[in-house]
């Protein structure tokens, strides 16, 4: 392969090129910055781009293995981070005009360990602002592009990030999920994309969106490399509170066992109904292929979650209307001049916010109200202990829980921006796992009959089932053989 | 559940936002449409279950008070809109306040 094709391997193909120098890192990170250059202006996928850096310290990588020196896995592989998670020195937008100049003084936990593990940065992805959004038509810095179809949106949150990897301008990213703002994206742009266990990753440098559901994770085109890269960034951090103690098993060891014997339920209330008939039949199809690997399928009821989505809107806004109490102009980000403080707080927050980030701090603000905080957030905390015991009742049954990753592949930009709710219920299938704090993964599972796209098949996990979920999915992968070309020759 | 203008400007007051009047109208259109569909979860036998704030029941975390060094003082101020020496700078408080 000539080193200006490089871009086109997975992150664990180049580990093995580079382990046996038969590339240098620099060649890699060029040819990743070309392939960024040759695509970026019909996409959008980034925010700020920091490809010379990436270069430099490629070269670096390089001349540390020609020492002998021995690096870890993922050294001298390019990557991108969510512009959600902080960056020292480096720009941070949270995709919000209301931070467009903001320099974190600090890295994110996320970030500072996979910087240690020597990846280089090649940009921070665009999102929608503050990770509200499922189509990135939210961000601040206008809307990225799906690349398999230009017209369509890339999903989101982390819209970016998905575009990214499926167009070959990174082997890796890093999103985040508060709600399937990692799985969604993934399932419109045919890539993998894990949502972890809430606590397995450190949020220690995420922007809060919602703290009791954020959580980080990767984005890839292969399971082997979404492995890779959980087994990189989780760990116990002293920094995140909520951070879960004790050791990590090892994500890696168990891709390729088989997975016969293993239980897999359907979620009765989202197997199909009112969906887009070409991600129906994906869908069943993954099914029968379960059954071929000798594993069994059997549907599971989960009555609670079809309330999922009216409990996630409550507690996330929420959530959020707490969380960006911050953005006052004072300490950070931007500032529009009154003559008073108040004045100064609501001048600011009405230029710095764009409409769904409004929307959401008023619902947030309305539910916790004084007179309909019983009835709006007392009801929707009560409502997520139901998904939680429903979730445990259908794991008391079942290895894992499979449903597609949404409704419909990727719809057309501005398709949905006038009517929320209907951009709200994109997210379906994905918010009960972060509502019982459970792991999650969407992997592609073909293309759709009526329109080519990519459809994704969604496998959940109790908590900290990752190593089981990730052998399902590498299983299902390797059975599946997704073509991606299509995005890659965008 | 429809809510009037006076409830999205009464929550735009405590959240500190500033909304044009096409703001308010349009925002009150499109909660009521997302309150109406989550009303739904007010019929629900929740009585007798109880609140779950966060997935992972872990109790406070303790650590010992030790003394770091962290010299961000020029990084954090670095980012405020308007400073003087070491202090963020605002609009003056005590007076005209509401």
Known sequence: ?490 | MAISSEDVQHVARLARLELTDAEVDLFREQLSAVLERAQRIQSLPLADVPPTAHPVALKNVWRDDVVEPCDVTEAVLGNAPDRDGAFFRVPRILEDAE
């Open chain 1, 1 to 490: 392969m000539p080193s200006t094709d490089l871009w086109r391997l997975t992150a664990s193909e180049l580990s093995s090129l580079l382990e046996r120098r038969e590339v240098k890192s620099a060649e890699v990170a060029e040819s990743i910055v070309a392939r960024i250059e040759e695509v970026e202006p019909k996409l959008s996928a980034f925010i700020s781009r920091t490809g010379d850096a990436a270069v430099r310290h490629g070269a670096r990588v390089d001349d540390d293995r020609a020492n002998g020196s021995h690096l870890p896995a993922l050294a001298g592989i390019p990557i991108g981070i969510k512009d959600i998670i902080c960056t020292k020195g480096i720009r941070t937008t949270a995709g919000s005009k209301i931070l467009e100049s903001y320099k974190p003084p600090y890295d994110a936990t996320v970030w500072s360990d996979l910087r240690e593990e020597r990846t280089l940065l090649v940009g921070k992805t665009n999102l929608d602002e503050f990770a509200m959004g499922s189509s990135c038509e939210n961000s601040g810095y206008g809307p990225t592009k799906n690349p398999w179809d230009v017209t369509k949106v890339p999903g989101g949150s982390s819209g970016g990030s998905a575009a990214a990897v499926a167009a070959g301008m990174v082997p890796i990213t890093i999103g985040t999920d508060t709600g399937g703002s990692i799985r969604q994206p993934a399932s419109l742009c045919g890539v993998v994309g894990l949502k972890p266990t809430y606590g397995l990753v450190s949020r220690y440098g995420l922007v809060a969106f919602a703290s009791s559901l954020d959580q980080a994770g990767p984005m890839t085109r292969s399971v082997r490399d979404a492995a890779l890269v959980l087994k990189t960034i989780s760990r116990h951090d002293p920094r995140d509170s909520t951070s879960i103690p004790g050791d990590r098993p090892d994500y890696l060891s168990g891709l390729g066992r088989p997975i016969s014997g293993m239980r897999f339920g359907v979620i009765k209330e989202l197997s199909g109904e009112g969906m887009q008939p070409g991600v129906v039949e994906r869908f069943q199809q993954t099914l029968t292929t379960i059954n071929r690997l000798g594993a069994s399928v059997e549907e599971v009821s989960v009555p609670s979650v079809s309330y999922g989505i009216d409990a996630y809107y409550v507690i996330t806004p929420a959530e959020a209307s707490s969380n960006l109490a911050r953005y006052d102009g004072t300490r950070y980000g931007l500032r529009v001049e009154a003559p008073d403080v108040l004045a100064m707080n609501r001048a600011t927050r009405e230029a710095g916010f764009g409409a769904e980030v409004k929307r959401r701090i008023l619902l947030g603000t309305y539910v916790l109200s004084s007179g309909y905080y019983e009835a709006w957030y007392g009801t929707a905390l009560k409502l997520r202990t139901q998904i939680v015991r429903d979730f445990e009742a259908a794991f008391s049954k079942v290895d894992l829980l499979v449903t597609p990753t949404t409704p419909t592949t990727a719809f057309a930009i501005g398709e949905k921006t006038a009517d929320p709710l209907q951009m709200y219920l994109n997210d379906i299938c994905t918010i009960p796992a972060n509502l019982a704090g459970s792991c999650g993964i969407s992997i592609p599972c073909g293309l759709a009959a009526e329109d080519g796209l990519p459809v994704g098949f969604q496998i959940m996990g109790p908590a900290l089932a990752e190593a089981t979920m990730l052998r399902a999915a590498f299983a299902l992968e390797s059975e599946i053989g997704f073509d991606g070309s299509r995005a890659l020759s965008a």
